[in-house]
């Protein structure tokens, strides 16, 4: 299985800060890679897909790089509603895999 | 737009069945693959299992002795069998259709379900 592994756990960050969540994947996935948003009590959103992909509907202030085994999600000034846990996972192969989840707090 | 609800027993006793059914409202079934996706209490998601409109099944090793997934196509359902459950398979359970990119390989959950809660005790 390939293991994904997010940076940190939590971090909190104020409004307007740039806010950026590392994922690294335990063997490369090239570029088959996606972001989600999950709040609390809800499913999770598509944010990004194929590491650089901006989903249809999502602002523009989030953004994902990277490629091989280590990949970003950028959000390049905070705001109150991106209070969530945010989660990469790859679709390179089966069994699809998650990261442990980054939870983003709104100081 | 495409819509996916859950549907099935919110409790199930220890060493029984666990089954669920997906409902897929909103558009057709054909040429995506349909996933089983779960989340215990306070903790991160594990993908369970998908099947392809077409029948074709994979299944995640760590569960796949206990797996059975089947879609009906003339229903726009598909659906969840987990065997011998145990407290560890408490969690949300998710079903989300999975997207292909334009090579035709996988791509991304973009479509979830609501999720439904399922307990398993006694």
């Known amino acids: 299985d390939i293991q994904m592994t997010q940076s940190v756990s939590s971090l909190s960050a104020s409004v307007g800060d740039r806010v950026t969540i590392t994922c690294r994947a335990s063997?490369?996935?090239?570029?088959?890679v996606n972001w989600y948003q999950q709040k609390e009590g809800k499913a999770p959103k598509l944010l990004i897909h194929a590491a650089s992909s901006l989903e249809s509907g999502v602002p523009s202030r989030f953004s994902g790089s990277g490629s091989g085994t280590e990949f970003t999600l950028t959000i390049s000034s905070l705001q109150p509603e991106d209070s969530a846990t945010y989660y990469c996972?790859?679709?390179?192969?089966?069994?699809?895999?998650f990261g442990q989840g980054t939870r983003l707090e709104i100081k | 737009q495409v819509q996916l609800q859950e549907s099935g027993p919110g409790l199930v006793k220890p060493s029984e069945t666990l089954s669920l059914i997906c409902s897929v409202s909103?558009?057709?079934?054909?040429?995506?693959?349909w996933n089983w996706i779960r989340q215990p209490p306070g903790k991160g998601l594990e993908w369970i299992a998908y099947?392809?409109?077409?029948?074709?099944?994979n299944y995640s090793p760590s569960l796949k002795s206990r797996i059975t997934i089947s879609i009906d196509t003339s229903k726009n359902q598909f659906s969840l069998k987990l065997s011998s459950v145990t407290a560890a398979d408490t969690a949300l359970y998710y079903c989300?259709?999975?997207?292909?990119?334009?090579?035709?390989?996988?791509?991304?959950?973009?479509?979830w379900g609501q999720g439904t809660m399922v307990t398993i005790s006694s």
């Open positions: 063997q490369t996935i090239t570029s088959y």
């Open positions: 989300a259709r999975l997207r292909a990119d334009s090579s035709a390989y996988f791509d991304a959950f973009d479509i």
């Open positions: 909103g558009g057709s079934m054909s040429r995506y693959h």
């Open positions: 996972q790859q679709s390179y192969s089966t069994p699809f895999t």
């Open positions: 099947i392809y409109y077409n029948g074709n099944t």
